[in-house]
């Protein structure tokens, strides 16, 4: 079974003209486009790259040329500055080979920063004025003396053609020059300062500013330009992966007013963490986001967010399966029908549930009702259940006609044990745990929007490998059964391909601690707590990173939180120097699967708490998950 | 000096040249001495570079028959470091005047990538009035096929290689080109980390198909979930041949890409990376190690086939 | 005459099947998967076409359809260049034999060119009259309203390896060429083509001694003519030269993968538009990753050059000069250029690379990032 969870779909790969073409407005995009700074937190593959690349002129073009789209006018250019792991670790591999001269590093890594945010620039300025096909003397005229300017401010060698493409080349021969100069550093070993280039000490803001001013100037008597108001967006990538100096000059760039007609739109992991000095009003980011600056959270995290994620994963998922099919009107519901817990119950073919009652009245205990599915489910258990029968005696609830009393205890009580009940009564028997593979808990349009918990990433490889199982020429619904499968197999691969992950281990006193045993210790806790454990109303489904986790569990689960295992579930801070201390988390839903947990959320229990408890129970060794029915 | 010319020769061409220096590899592997035994070699300047970790039975049996001259140099080294190769290098080519070629054979079968990389890196940084042209004869003894051991599953470390990797502006989007070898978990990591798109390279059945499908069975789920166009089966006894699939790849990539090699597999393709990475710009090759350490030692039993590639220096 | 004349050059195919040892030396093979289509040249040839387009009114082929006279690969090689001159919607394939077109190491003399004379009706002609003087006379000439085309079989006298030694034109086939192209019309846009380059043509460090020996005085004839263009395969090697007043155009090869290396090449096709006896050739080269393409940088074979330019060099960068002066802004792009001098399209490989040089040097004018680029290239006036 093919599961490219992380090679389809990333915006990375894509050229803007793919991005413009398959894009989706959704709620995050609207919040981005406002002309204020932004900070949007993500994890992979939740369509940050996406976002950003769709706030270039170039891509906004490709948009609007498609009149079935929503016309979209920017109040601001939107320059984007790419930054990825390569990159990272070439700058990682500079400071080990430097060492012995950091001064030198920083100003090379400044360098080689200043010099991608420049032919950014430089190339928002070709999206900009290359595609018009302009031949008037005019637009020649002032792309000329921009040029020149740009020469001039960015410090460029003469003699050099007056001309975007002159320019590109020139900053990428910079780069050449500057490897160049670092072998003959490492041949020599001296560093003759003064003798750099001028280059080696711009400052990017400044250079930025005046390249911004210059167009303006050139460009504001120009019909073309005649309805901009020449402001302009810095749009960086993946902060976390940006030199420590630049993120912290970015963060503080939020706070700051000094050049109006330049935003900043950043986008970082869930948690920006920022260990050095910032400015005291910079760390109380939240507090100001109502006047200059959004904090967009592309991630689900309550009501609202999912709502909204629904929302943009229907016209998503339609566009795809359109695609896939080649037709124009396919329903979502038709292929993957809608979650029905009697599915879930007739799956378990000893469940003998005889002369079910259906009440058909919207009355607000029709499903609870003596005859119902439910109530014969809540009988069942508590049967077989000692400790849910003792819950509900303790609760006033008679095992042998469990109808709720009134709707108050309906709300507190029975709808909220309803989804623990379906779960326990699949794996417990006669008050011992009971095996089950593939019980078809995952299925429905809603639950397949909801186990990808806000990535459109995970939710086009999941579609495209559920599309994989039909037919292309008899569209039929997918069987609950086929789709569980598919997601439990997609599941477990994405633990699989987390704890490949190079950062995902470390080691401490000769043993390897790895991010795939912390979660699944994890994971298995929460499902003690649900199916194993005594029967309460209120299951343990997320942890706090408390004081007793040590720094490097505390890194693990940092980039947990960056690929997407975890899921901050009470994003108070953005910027934070704790980092993931004190912050609430759980399991990411496409893991839940592999742990045959809901797709709910639930109480949190420090993380320390419930790794000492695991390690007592040992039920981590001998549990598989995947067993057979004993 | 740059690369101006790779090309492969047949082995049996070796005994009929005059080679001014040569280095070995001597570790546990029979197949370390093949190669030595078979030319007979007797050198003023063979330089024999002796792991200092591992010392079984094997390793002091083929220590031992390297002793045997008293003209080798026998260099107990590090496999992490390459400052031994260096110094040697050094000291030999700085004493030459005007010679018109140098011949210099390195059996890099029993090498880390650290050693046999190391000669490249040195190359690309020398110039000398006296020396036009160096050949260096890159050797490899293939062994015949043993059960691999089952590679660690975490305590991955990637990390660019000294000296094959630049600083370059990410304004591209990173291609990853994996050697596929038996550490299924580095590769998939690798590709995860990077989020790049991924080209597999895998050796095909025309020399050992054994060695082919236990590697494609390792790497099951990779190669799932690359696109089957993204994927090359390579001749590994036609060095020429792979090296042109290979470079034809890199060239029509880097109208679009930034590439990272990872070589997980055979030393033949990791040569034939770290070959390319000198030659074009933008081709960064990159090492992925494993911190834990497999236990097992596997011994390498050499099946009588040699594979050499010439690679020619100039100024 | 205003019309343009727009003719496809594909060349070397040398297709055989894949699993014999020498399949490894080409990218067409007898059998392919059409997916992925970038793997596949045809398949990859038909998707370009698809997305731009592109067309000519015939299609050319220098020889060399198969590899060591391979006869499935000589079939499926033909019906291939079929396939592309249904893309191209060409009138018309004209080929010529290659010297793996012919059994020559068979040493069976009566047998050596008996696959490709019982190819198909229409190789490597579309008329049965033109075959018959192909085969008789080791030349054809095709004449039609827009243009003449002659071509000669450098390889009709490969019956064995010892006579395949010899590429030559003798000078009683020459003088019947001249005959013949006294009784046709000069202003008729005159292509030859042959498998062999009709002068030496060096690469790299590989001897060269299979040029057309007198193809030298064959191509005096033909400027006696007035024809104005010379397609070669052979050499995978491609290249643009003039001699005897003719442009040479070497065409590389289309599929091959021998040589490439050697001469830091790779497989290509072209079309080339004539307009009034000067000639504007677009090239695009094959990649696994990115099929057919126009390579966007300047390194080997330019993917847009020119011919029939026949004045100076430093007369066209006055000329140029004196443009960009008139230039309020001293800037531009080359389509404007173009319509003002059009020669700047109608030079070859090594006079685009004079004329950069002398723009730059006497003139401190740029043209960025290279005439290559096309009409999108801009001209500037350096900036000190």
Redesign the interface.
């Known amino acids: 079974m093919d599961t490219n969870l992380y090679h389809s779909f990333n915006a990375r790969n894509l050229s803007l003209f793919e991005v413009a073409n398959s894009f989706i407005i959704n709620s995050q995009y609207r919040d981005l486009i406002s002309l204020n700074h932004s900070l949007l937190l993500g994890p992979r593959g939740c369509g940050k790259t996406t976002l950003l690349k769709m706030l270039t002129p170039q891509a906004i073009n490709l948009w609007n040329e498609n009149l079935n789209n929503e016309k979209i006018i920017l109040p601001f250019y939107g320059v984007y500055i790419p930054t990825d792991n390569q990159w990272k670790k070439q700058f990682n591999q500079l400071e080990k080979t430097l060492s012995f001269s950091p001064d030198f590093t920083m100003l090379i890594s400044k360098v080689i920063v200043n010099t991608n945010i420049i032919k950014s620039i430089v190339s928002t300025f070709y999206q900009l004025l290359e595609n018009s096909e302009r031949e008037d003397d005019f637009y020649f005229k002032y792309k000329k003396e921009l040029c020149i300017d740009l020469i001039e401010i960015f410090k460029l060698d003469k003699p050099i053609s007056p001309d975007l493409l002159a320019i590109e080349l020139s900053l990428r021969n910079r780069i050449s020059n500057v490897n160049e100069l670092i072998n003959k550093t490492l041949i020599t070993k001296t560093i003759n300062f003064g003798e750099l280039p001028d280059y080696f000490y711009s400052e990017f803001f400044d250079i930025s500013s005046n390249a911004f001013h210059s167009f303006k100037r050139h460009f504001s008597k120009d019909l073309f330009f005649k309805q901009s108001n020449f402001r302009w967006a810095l749009c960086f990538d993946e902060l976390e992966l940006a030199p420590e100096w630049l993120q912290e000059s970015l963060i503080n760039q939020l706070r700051s007013r000094n050049d109006q007609t330049i935003l900043f739109k950043l986008t970082s992991t869930p948690i920006v963490q920022i260990e050095k000095n910032l400015d005291e009003n910079t760390t109380n980011l939240e507090a100001s986001t109502l006047n200059d600056y959004g904090v967009i959270r592309a991630w689900t995290y309550d009501q609202s967010g999912f709502a909204k994620w629904n929302e943009f994963a229907d016209k998503f998922a339609f566009e795809r399966i359109k695609n896939f099919f080649d037709k124009s009107q396919i329903d979502t519901e038709k292929l993957f029908g809608k979650y029905d817990i009697d599915k879930v119950i007739k799956s378990d073919k000893s469940l003998n549930f005889n002369d079910l009652i259906d009440f058909e009245d919207n009355q607000w205990d029709a499903k609870y009702r003596k005859g119902t599915l439910m109530w014969n489910l809540i009988k069942h258990l508590a049967i077989h259940d000692k400790s849910f029968r003792g819950y509900l005696s303790l609760n006033n609830i008679s095992y042998h006609n469990p109808i709720p009393r009134d709707e108050n205890q309906m709300g507190k009580i029975f709808r909220k044990m309803k989804p623990i009940i379906i779960y326990r009564s699949q794996f417990i028997r006669n008050n011992k745990k009971r095996g089950r593979k593939n019980v078809p808990f995952y299925f429905g349009v809603n639950n397949i929007y909801e186990v990808c918990d806000g990535n459109p990433r995970f939710l086009s490889g999941l579609i495209d490998q559920l599309l994989k199982t039909t037919q292309l020429k008899n569209i039929e619904e997918i069987t609950p059964e086929k789709q569980s499968e598919v997601i439990y197999r997609i599941s477990e691969r994405y633990l699989e391909i987390i704890s490949s992950h190079p950062d995902a281990s470390y080691e401490n006193r000769g043993k390897i601690n790895n991010l795939e045993k912390l979660i699944k210790e994890i994971g298995m806790f929460f499902y003690d707590s649900l199916i194993t454990n005594d029967f309460t109303i209120n299951p343990i489904g997320s942890f706090i990173v408390d004081n007793g986790i040590d720094k490097n569990l505390a890194n693990l689960i940092n980039l947990g939180v960056r690929l997407g295992a975890f899921v901050y579930i009470d994003p108070k801070e953005a910027i934070s120097e704790n980092g993931v201390y004190e912050k609430a988390f759980r399991l990411s839903y496409l893991m839940h699967p592999y742990f045959k947990l809901p797709l709910r959320e639930y109480n949190s229990r420090n993380l320390s708490y419930i790794l000492r408890v695991i390690k007592k129970s040992n039920v981590f060794d001998d549990f598989n998950l995947f067993s057979e029915e004993q | 000096m740059i690369i101006t010319n790779t090309t492969q020769i047949e082995s049996e061409k070796l005994l009929n040249l005059k080679f001014n220096l040569s280095f070995y590899g001597c570790g546990y592997e029979k197949r370390s001495a093949y190669l030595y035994k078979l030319l007979n070699v007797n050198l003023l300047n063979n330089f024999v570079l002796a792991f200092g970790a591992n010392q079984d039975k094997n390793f002091i049996e083929n220590l031992n028959l390297f002793k045997e001259n008293p003209n080798n140099n026998i260099i107990i080294s590090d496999g992490e470091k390459d400052i031994d190769i260096y110094n040697s290098l050094n000291d030999f080519l700085k004493e030459q005047k005007s010679k018109e070629e140098i011949n210099i054979l390195i059996d890099y079968s029993s090498m880390t990538k650290i050693w046999m990389s190391a000669f490249l890196k040195y190359l690309v940084s020398f110039n000398s009035e006296n020396i036009s042209r160096v050949n260096l004869y890159y050797s490899y003894s293939h062994s015949k096929f043993s059960i691999p051991t089952q590679a660690s599953k975490h305590g991955i470390s990637v990390m660019p290689m000294d000296g094959f990797c630049k600083l370059s502006l990410p304004d591209k989007p990173t291609a990853l080109i994996i050697g596929l070898g038996y550490d299924k978990n580095m590769a998939t990591g690798l590709s995860q980390y990077l989020d790049a798109e991924s080209y597999i390279f895998h050796t095909d059945n025309s020399y050992s198909n054994k060695y082919r499908t236990s590697v494609l069975d390792e790497n099951v789920d990779l190669l799932r979930e690359v696109k089957e166009e993204n994927i090359y089966e390579f001749p590994i006894l036609d060095i020429n041949y792979t090296q042109s699939i290979l470079h034809s790849l890199l060239t029509d990539l880097l109208q679009t890409n930034r590439i990272v090699l990872a070589p997980c597999g055979p030393k033949i393709f990791t040569l034939l990376c770290l070959v390319e990475s000198l030659i074009l710009d933008n081709v960064d090759v990159w090492r992925i190690s494993s911190s834990v350490s497999t236990e097992k030692i596997i011994d390498k039993l050499p099946d009588g086939k040699i594979s050499v590639l010439k690679i020619t220096f100039e100024n | 005459m205003g019309e343009i004349l727009k003719i496809a050059v594909i060349s070397d195919l040398h297709c055989t099947q894949r699993d014999i040892p020498r399949g490894?030396f080409t990218n067409l093979h007898t059998t392919m998967p059409s997916?992925?289509?970038?793997?596949n040249p045809i398949e990859a040839f038909r998707k370009l076409l698809e997305n731009e387009t592109i067309e000519a009114d015939i299609l050319l082929c220098p020889g060399d359809i198969t590899d060591q006279i391979n006869e499935q690969g000589f079939h499926t090689g033909w019906s291939y260049l079929e396939e592309m001159g249904k893309y191209l919607k060409v009138k018309n394939i004209y080929a010529t034999l290659g010297n793996h077109d012919v059994a020559s190491r068979l040493e069976k003399p009566n047998e050596a060119f008996k696959i490709a004379q019982s190819l198909k009706y229409n190789f490597p002609l579309p008329e049965s009259e033109q075959q018959i003087k192909f085969w008789g006379e080791n030349f054809t000439l095709i004449e039609t309203d827009e243009f003449r085309l002659l071509i000669y079989n450098t390889v009709h006298d490969h019956y064995n390896s010892e006579t395949s030694k010899k590429i030559n034109i003798d000078l009683a086939t020459i003088e019947k060429i001249d005959d013949l192209l006294k009784k046709t019309k000069p202003e008729k846009f005159g292509i030859a083509m042959t498998h062999h380059h009709p002068i030496n043509h060096c690469n790299s460090n590989l001897s060269d001694s299979d040029f057309i020996d007198k193809g030298d005085n064959l191509l005096k004839v033909l400027n006696r003519h007035s024809f104005k263009l010379f397609i070669h395969g052979h050499k995978h090697e491609p290249m643009l030269r003039v001699s005897n007043g003719i442009p040479i155009l070497s065409s590389g090869s289309f599929s091959c993968?021998e040589n490439?290396?050697e001469t830091e090449s790779?497989n290509l096709f072209h079309i080339i538009e004539i307009h009034e006896k000067k000639g504007i050739i677009k090239s695009w080269e094959y990649?696994?990753?990115?099929g057919w393409?126009q390579?966007?940088?300047n390194t080997s074979f330019p993917n847009l050059t020119g011919f029939g330019f026949f004045g100076t060099v430093e007369k066209l960068a006055s000329e140029i000069n004196s443009w960009l002066s008139k230039?309020?802004?001293?800037?531009?792009?080359l389509?404007?250029l173009c319509k003002d001098i059009p020669d700047i399209y109608h030079i070859n490989p090594e006079e685009q690379k004079k004329l950069e040089k002398i723009l730059k040097t006497e003139y401190?004018i740029?043209i960025?990032?290279g005439i290559f680029f096309g009409d999108?290239a801009?001209i500037?006036?350096?900036?000190?």
């Open positions: 490894k997916k992925p289509s970038n793997r993968l490439l290396k790779e990649g696994p990753v990115n393409h390579k966007q940088s230039k309020a802004s001293s800037s531009g792009n389509k404007m401190s740029e960025t990032p999108r801009t500037n006036t350096i900036y000190e």
